[in-house]
């Protein structure tokens, strides 16, 4: 195994983690340092974190039956959900795909099996995830709606009949959802065994590690027995519920990262040798000539501008980077910054 490493951004422009790059304006940020001045530091957290738990199931408009799990980034709901698993256990994803699902299975000694997704079009190959599911019972699979590090979303058709398939948990991971008006919580009281995974991360914050997924109580009540108490801490409780109380300026941040996608996306594909695939995220997966990937990485990267090499991981990444939707500055920036490599390296 390896670490999972964090590229250094200092002094770059950092298109490279899918973050929002808008801060907030000078008045809400004045609110905000209300609503935590008296946060009680010296007192542990709500363990529950109560307040923030109802805001979030009114915010998505959860009856009764369901319940949710707060965690420390979507990072420990993955680690939660494999932690309560038997030691016996397979655990199923597309690939490639978001990559704590496999490095968490593979810490915990669990047998994963990354299915590739089909050539251009990165959507499921439905019969063989259907063949493996029915052979080895995976008690977990995780589907990413839209999936990272592609960007698109998967049929909806087939994640259907994938839930339907499914003796075991089958998680909708909706990180990038505000980017891509599709959800499947409306779905949730049609399928006892499908739960929705949700992170505040790219809604604009990233700070605060908050992640949370939405299941069936009883569910969710077998998750927080393994949960550890108080994995919420009371600045990320009170600074949650005060953001999602603001949706009207995440939604505008939203609607503009949304725009300036569509701008880089066209502007991508008018570069010679350059292929940028559609998105549903906040970032685009591109191609660029066959073994040059990793020269363009490092000039951008020397012009100011960091984003993210995916190459290495070979298969359907070949050639591929990586670029979060930033400001529509950075975004000129990075742009700028491809054509330049791409001229001084003759592609």
């Known amino acids: 195994m390896a670490a999972y ?24 940020k004045k ?42 980034g979507s990072d420990e709901i993955i680690q939660l959900l494999l932690m309560a698993l038997p030691e016996a256990s ?9 990559v704590m699902y496999k490095q968490l299975s ?35 699979i995780f589907l990413a ?6 960007g698109n979303l998967f049929s909806e058709s087939a994640v ?13 991971d909706e990180a990038y959802a505000p980017f891509a008006n599709a959800s499947f919580i409306g779905k949730l009281d049609q399928h006892d065994n499908l739960l929705v995974m949700r992170t505040v991360s790219k809604l604009g914050l990233a700070g605060l590690r908050l992640g949370y997924i939405i299941g069936n109580s009883s569910i969710i ?8 108490p108080y994995n919420i801490n009371v600045l990320s409780q009170v600074s949650a519920d005060f953001a999602l109380s603001n949706k009207k300026l995440f939604d505008q941040q939203t609607q503009n990262i949304c725009a300036e996608r569509s701008i880089v996306f066209k502007q991508l ?31 951008i990267r020397q012009q100011g501008v960091l984003i993210k090499n995916l190459s290495g991981q070979g298969g359907l990444l070949s050639d591929c980077l990586r670029v979060t939707i930033g400001k529509r500055e950075e975004n000129r920036a990075f742009l700028k910054a491809l054509r330049v490599s791409l001229q001084e390296l003759n592609l």
């Open 5 to 28: 490493k964090v590229a250094d951004a200092t002094g770059l422009i950092k298109l490279d983690a899918m973050e929002n790059p808008y801060s907030w304006p000078e008045g809400i």
């Open 31 to 72: 609110d905000w340092l209300e609503a935590i001045k008296d946060c009680q530091l010296n007192r542990y957290p709500d363990p529950e974190a109560k307040r923030l738990t109802k805001t979030i199931k009114e915010l998505n408009q959860l009856s009764g039956r369901f319940d949710v799990l707060l965690g420390n």
């Open 90 to 98: 397979c655990v199923l994803a597309p690939a490639p795909g978001f």
């Open 106 to 140: 593979d810490c915990l000694g669990l047998k994963y099996f990354g299915i590739p997704l089909l050539a251009e079009s990165f959507d499921l190959d439905l019969p063989v995830m259907l063949a493996v599911i029915e052979q080895y019972q995976p008690s977990v």
């Open 145 to 150: 709606y839209p999936n990272n590090p592609t």
């Open 160 to 172: 259907l009949e994938i839930i339907k398939k499914a003796k075991g948990l089958v998680v909708i």
């Open 221 to 228: 009540e077998q998750l927080n027995k393994i949960r550890l």
């Open 269 to 299: 594909n008018e570069i010679e040798g350059i292929v940028a695939y559609p998105s549903a995220a906040n970032f685009i997966l591109f191609k660029t000539p066959k073994n040059s990937a990793v020269d363009i990485f490092l000039s």
